[in-house]
């Protein structure tokens, strides 16, 4: 079964600063996404950022940017320009190819310092 | 176009009790999927459905856990005869059409339910 390890329970990052979320996963299939979700405290899962495996390039929405080592089966997320509104639970998140099914890691809580 | 709606947003059983959780897909959403959430845990899926079929319970446990979309209506997940490990939060999420990339894919803010 795959499994996504989030090893980070909390991170903290200076206003405007950098701050790399990591995670990692477990899977033998070749045909698979990964993404990023921001669960605020309203509870409301946003989707991040995504990358499809078979790219090679790295995915990136604004001051959101993945590292995608395939062969490592890692997956970072870098949040840039950090702003007190990205303050939130940021869950890692795996799917097969077709299968209509997302599995999450634990979550790692980020706070933003003023 | 609203988002997806869940309702109640909180719910208050007691053991033994039913709970009735539901879901409305955002509009022109014919593909619903129920998660949980139990504390310090990510989501985990329980079910998929679409319009009147179940497509995968793979996640649903066993006995207790029911679920439904009808063809008219939200999607109701059902809890009969609660105990205090149900306690969770509840998610739906909907998407127009399976086969993904799941870009397409929108989370409700889900339904708190605690168990007395």
């Known amino acids: 079964a795959q499994t996504v390890t989030q090893s980070q329970p909390e991170m903290s990052v200076q206003e405007a600063e950098t701050v790399t979320l990591s995670c990692t996963y477990d899977?033998?299939?070749?045909?698979?996404?990964l993404f990023w979700y921001k669960q605020p405290p309203s509870r409301q899962m946003i989707l991040v950022i995504r990358?499809?495996?078979?790219?090679?390039q790295n995915a990136t929405e604004n001051r959101f940017s993945v590292n995608f080592q395939k062969a490592a089966k890692s997956f970072s997320l870098k949040i840039s320009d950090s702003q007190l509104g990205d303050a939130a639970m940021y869950f890692c998140?795996?799917?097969?190819?077709?299968?209509?099914?997302?599995?999450f890691g634990k979550g790692t809580k980020l706070t933003v310092n003023p | 176009n609203a988002g997806v709606m869940q309702n109640p947003r909180h719910l208050v059983r007691r053991r033994g009790q039913e709970a009735r959780l539901r879901c409305s897909p955002m509009?022109?959403?014919?593909?619903v999927y129920w998660y949980r959430q139990l504390p310090e845990e990510g989501l985990k899926f329980m079910v998929y459905?679409?319009?009147?079929?179940?497509?995968?319970e793979s996640g649903m446990p066993k006995e207790r856990f029911s679920a439904e979309f009808p063809k008219e209506g939200p999607s109701i997940l059902r809890i009969q005869q609660v105990v205090r490990g149900d306690s969770a939060a509840y998610f739906c999420?909907?998407?127009?059409?399976?086969?993904?990339?799941?870009?397409?894919?929108?989370f409700g803010s889900g339904t708190q339910l605690s168990v007395l």
């Open positions: 999420a909907s998407s127009p059409a399976g086969g993904l990339p799941n870009e397409k894919l929108f």
């Open positions: 899977t033998s299939e070749s045909d698979y996404y």
């Open positions: 990358q499809e495996a078979y790219k090679q």
């Open positions: 998140a795996y799917e097969q190819g077709g299968s209509e099914k997302l599995v």
């Open positions: 509009k022109g959403h014919s593909h």
């Open positions: 459905l679409q319009k009147e079929n179940i497509i995968d």
